[in-house]
């Protein structure tokens, strides 16, 4: 079974800075591409960003990239994401997904963290 630990979430201020972790464990092919989404009060899931385990490649949102950067540590089977610049609009709950395909969509995504805030204040 395919476990999901995310850490890193909390409250900044308007052009600080956070990183978020997802630990993953449980299996490696069920991995293979690890993506973060993110909620806000009302809204629906948005996709944030997704790297692909075998070859690194990385995708963001709109109005994402730039801001957001996503990595990977392969060994520990962990993803990173770094966010900079942040804006009251990016304060929602952000989930780790994590699944053999890569997609933007929510619901293809078989595998998820508990999620963990992030707020921004301005």
């Known amino acids: 079974q395919v476990q999901l630990i995310e850490s890193g979430g909390g409250a900044v201020q308007t052009g600080g800075s956070l990183r978020l972790s997802c630990a993953a464990s449980?299996?490696?092919?069920?991995?293979?591409?690890m993506a973060w989404f993110r909620q806000a009060p009302g809204k629906e899931r948005d996709f944030v960003s997704a790297?692909?385990?075998?070859?690194?490649?990385?995708y963001y949102g709109d109005g994402m990239k730039g801001r957001f950067t996503i990595s990977r540590d392969s060994a520990k089977n962990t993803v990173y994401l770094q966010m900079t610049s942040l804006k009251p609009e990016d304060t929602a709950v952000y989930y780790c997904?994590?699944?053999?395909?890569?997609?933007?969509?929510?619901?293809?995504?078989?595998?998820w963290g508990q999620g963990t805030q992030v707020t921004v204040s301005s």
């Open positions: 997904a994590a699944d053999a395909s890569y997609s933007i969509r929510s619901e293809n995504y078989a595998y």
């Open positions: 449980g299996g490696t092919s069920s991995t293979r591409v």
């Open positions: 790297i692909r385990g075998t070859s690194g490649n990385t």
